[in-house]
C-alpha cells in the first residue's frame, strides 16, 4: 500500500487554521479554540456545582448528582442538537454551530468536573479541616484557604485529561458543518477523492499527538503535584 | 540403604538487587521429617522455602525437589513437581470467589485431570481431615482467619504432595485462633508427608519438630534437634533470638 | 415562547416509520459492536500480559493510538480505507445476496455503513474495556497469582480461572458503563450514514421541521434503551 502525502504537504497549512486568514476561523486552530472556551465553561460550571455540593445540604449534592448523570445518559451528539435546534426556536435567534457544540460539550462535562472536583475534595485527609479548625480558623476560611486550593492543585491532572477529551469531542462538530479539523479534512477528501487514507490517517496523527502529548503532560504533572510532595 | 534426601539446597545464594538474601545456604532435609525454620525478621526464612517451589529462583546454586532441580524446571516440569509440594501462605490466598470445595478442587481438576465428582470426594475427605467438612460450600469471606488457613492446609493437602511448605501460618491469625491451626499441622506429622514450617510458634516447634534451623542474615547459623536448640543454643545470635522470643512478656503456645 | 408542539407529525406515517427502523438498527449496532468489543477486550487483555515483550509493546502502542484519536476520524478511517483492505473474497461475499442479513428499514449488516460501524465502535470501546479490566486486575492481591503457581495452574488456567474472574469483580461497574457508553456512541456513526436513531430524528426534521418531537422521541428511545441494558448488566451481577 504505498501512500502518497503530498496532498498533505499541498494543504498542510488549510488543515493547520482552515479559512482563518479569510475571516472564517477553521482547521486544528478552531478545534482548540473550541476546546478552550468549552474547557473554561465546563470547568467553571464544574467546579461551582461542585462547591454548591460540598457546602450545602445533602439533598442538593443528590439532586445534582442525578441531573449530571441524568444528562450524561443521552448521547453527546443528541445534547448538541437539541441546542442547535431548539434553542432557536424557544429564543427566535439563531446558533452558530461551533456555539451549540461548545455550549453542549460544556454542559455535558460539566457533570465529570463536578464528580471529579468532589472526589478531590472527599479524598482530603480529614487532618487538614481539623487542624484548621483547631488553630481557631472558621469553617469557611479552612475551606477557601486550605481545602480548595490542595484540591485543585490534586485534581490538575484530572482537569488536563478531562480537557483532552474535549479535543476529542470536539470532532462532532463535524455533523453540523463546522469547519474545525475533521470538516476540513473531509472537504480535503470530498475535493481530491483518491487520497482518503493519507488525509485521514494525517488527522487522526494530529489529534494522537495532541491528546497523547496532554495525557503525557497530566501524567507528569500527576507525579510532581503528587501528596506530600513539598514544592513544585 | 540410603535414602536420597526429599529436598537438597546446594550452595544457594539469593539477592534482590542489590540485598543479598541468602548467602550460600546449602542442606538436605530427609523424608518424612519435620523441619522448623526460624530466626530474625529479614532473615531470609520466608525466601528460603519459597525458592523450593521456585515462587523465588536463587541467583546462584541448586535446589532439589525429590532428585529434580525445581531452579531449572520449566512449564509442565516445573507445573508437575509444584504439585507434589503443598504451599500454605501466611495470608491463606484463598480463592474469594470460589467456596472452599471449589478451592480445593480447583487444581485437581485443571492440573491432575481429575473429573468433578473425584475430585469432590477428595476435598470432601481433605475438609473433613482439616475439621471444616460442614463448611465445604462456604465461601472465605464468611470464614473466620483460622478456618481460612485450614481450608487452605484442605487445599494443599488435595493433591496427595509428598512435601507440605508452611510460610508463617499462623503469623497472620488472632491469638485464639493459632491453636486451632497448629492443631491441623500437629495432625500431619508421621504420616509419611515431610513438613517444613517457617513460625515464630517456639511451643509448637519444641514439641514436634525432629530438627530446628535457625537462620540469620541469610545463613544458617544453627542446625539442632529442637532439645539440643532450646536448652544449650551454641551460636550467640540464636541465644539473643530466644531470649527474646521467650522472654517473659510473650507468651508463647506453649 | 414559539413551541408548538404536534406528537403526530412524528408518531404517525413515514416519520413512526423511519424513528422505528432507527430504533431496530441502533439496537442491532449496539448489539453486535458489543460482541466486537468483549472479543477484543479479551484478546488485548491476554495480549498485555504476555511474556514476550515485543508484543506487549505493541498493544500498548495500538491501544493508545485508539485512546487518543476521536471516534470520529477512526469511523472515517474504516469507512473510506477500511473496506478497501479487505481481502477480495471477504469483499465479494459480503457484498453478495443474503436475505438474512438485511434489516428492516433496507439497512444490510454487510453495507460499508454498517460495518465500518460495528468493527469502529466496536474497536474503540474494546479497548477501553481491557483498560477497565487491566486496573481489575491490578487490584487482584497478588498472592493470588502466587496460590495458583504453588499449585502448578497453567498461565491460561490461572487468567481464565483465578484473574479473570476476579477483575470483572473488581471492575464490574466501569465495565457495565463502557457497554452503556457504547450504546450511546452508536449515534455519531449517523455521521458515515448509518440510518440509526439520530440519522432518522434528523431525516424527520428535515421532512417536516419538527425539530422538538423528533429529538424528543429519540432521546427518549436512548434513555429507555439505556435503562434497559443496564438493568440487565447489572441483574449479571449475580452470576
Known sequence: MGLDFTIIAKNWD??????????????????????????????????????????????????????ADLVRSIPLLLVIFWIYFLVPALFRTTVPGALSVILALAWFSSGAVMHTTLAGLDALPRGYREAGIASGLSEGQVFTAILLPQALRNLVPSYVALFASMIKDTSLAFILNVPELTMTANQVNTRAQIYPAEIFLFTAAVYFVLCAGLSWAAHGLAFRLRPGRVAL | MSVPPVIEFR?????????????????????????VVCGPSGSGKSTLIRMVNRLEAPTLGDILVDGIS??????????????????????????????????????????????????DAVADEVLDRVGLADKAGTFPGQLSGGQ?????????????????????????????????????????????????????????????????LFLDQGRIEEDAHPDDFFSAPRSPRARQFLSQILSPLHTAGD | MGLSIDWSGVLTGQPLHWLLSGLVVTLAITLVAS????????GLTALRLSPVTPVRLATQAGISLIRNTPLLIQLLVWYF?????????????????????????????????????????????????SEELQAGLNAVAPGQREAAASQGL????????????QALRNAYQ?????????????????SIGLAEITYQARQVESFNSHAFEAFAVATLLYLAIGFILERLLLAGRRA
Open chain 2, 148 to 212: 481460612q488457613q485450614r481450608v487452605a492446609i484442605a487445599r494443599a493437602l488435595a493433591t496427595r504432595p509428598d512435601i507440605l511448605l508452611f510460610d508463617e501460618p499462623t503469623s497472620a491469625l488472632d491469638p485464639e485462633m493459632i491453636g486451632e491451626v497448629l492443631t491441623v499441622i500437629r495432625q500431619l506429622t508421621h504420616q509419611g508427608i515431610t513438613l517444613v514450617v517457617v513460625t515464630h510458634e517456639m511451643g509448637f516447634a519444641r514439641t514436634v519438630a525432629d530438627r530446628i
Open chain 2, 11 to 35: 550452595d544457594v545464594h539469593k539477592s534482590f538487587g542489590a540485598l543479598e538474601v541468602i548467602r550460600g545456604i546449602s542442606l538436605s532435609i530427609d523424608r518424612g521429617s519435620v523441619v
Open chain 2, 70 to 119: 525445581s531452579t531449572h524446571a520449566r512449564g509442565e516440569e516445573l507445573r508437575r513437581l509444584r504439585t507434589g509440594v503443598g504451599f500454605v501462605f501466611q495470608q491463606f490466598n484463598l480463592y474469594p470467589h470460589m467456596s472452599a470445595r471449589q478451592n480445593v478442587t480447583l487444581a485437581l481438576r485443571k492440573v491432575l485431570g481429575k473429573t468433578q465428582a473425584e475430585a
Open chain 3, 174 to 190: 466501569p465495565v457495565v458503563g463502557q457497554y452503556l457508553n457504547l450504546m450511546k456512541l452508536t449515534s455519531i456513526t449517523c
Open chain 3, 81 to 129: 480505507v477500511g473496506f478497501g483492505l479487505l481481502p477480495p473474497a471477504l469483499k465479494a461475499w459480503m457484498t453478495g445476496d443474503h436475505p438474512w442479513s438485511v434489516l428492516p428499514g433496507q439497512v444490510s449488516l454487510f453495507a460499508p455503513e454498517f460495518a465500518a460501524s460495528a468493527w469502529g465502535v466496536g474497536l474503540f470501546i474494546g479497548v477501553f474495556l
Open chain 3, 154 to 165: 497453567s498461565r491460561w488456567d490461572t487468567l481464565a480461572s483465578i484473574l479473570l474472574p
Open chain 1, 14 to 67: 488549510y488543515f493547520l487554521w482552515g479559512r482563518t486568514p479569510q475571516g472564517e476561523v477553521g482547521g486544528l486552530l478552531l478545534t482548540v479554540l473550541m476546546a478552550l472556551a468549552a474547557g473554561t465553561l465546563s470547568l467553571v460550571l464544574g467546579i461551582g456545582l461542585a462547591l454548591a455540593s460540598w457546602l450545602g445540604p445533602r439533598s442538593l449534592r443528590t439532586v445534582l448528582t442525578f441531573l
Open chain 3, 35 to 42: 460482541g466486537i468489543a468483549t472479543a477484543i477486550a479479551v
